[in-house]
């Protein structure tokens, strides 16, 4: 089992981007497996994580879907804002001291607001248009990862 915590979209959210990627050459992300990563954890302890994530701030915002990008280096569509929103940064500057306080290992690398929908993808000639799709952040959540499957552990309220 593998932690990570992420934001969900509302379910028409992340129907219209499913039927976005399905456009598309490639293996798309299954429509209640759309996310935004914040913090990957692999192995790690629930509870531990948990008890990080309630000492993290953040506040109520939306997550603009303005933009659609190919990465060479590992094969993937994603889409995700032009430019990360501030109250997003805060959540996650916030989320990942936390869990460095609490001796979680993350990646060292600067965070980058994406949403991955289609893997082993051939680059597109062109971008379809995006849909108009609203994401409202209210709240972000652990999710154990079990081959595949997805599992919300605990969910988290922002102010």
Known sequence: MRLFFA???PAPTAAALHAWAGGLDGRATR????HLTLAFLGEAD???AAAAATRA???KHH????RAEYWRHNR???VGPADTPPLLLELVKSLHGELR???FVLE????AAHVTLLRKAKRPAAFPALPAAEWPVGEFSLVASVHGRYRIVETFQLR
Do not use: T
């Open 101 to 103: 306080a609490a001796d």
């Open 31 to 34: 429509s209640e497996n759309v």
């Open 76 to 78: 993937i569509v994603w």
């Open 57 to 59: 701030k953040g506040r």
């Open 63 to 66: 997550l603009p879907l303005q």
């Open 108 to 111: 060292d690398r600067p965070f």
């Open 7 to 9: 934001l969900w979209p």
């Open 46 to 48: 629930e509870r531990k």
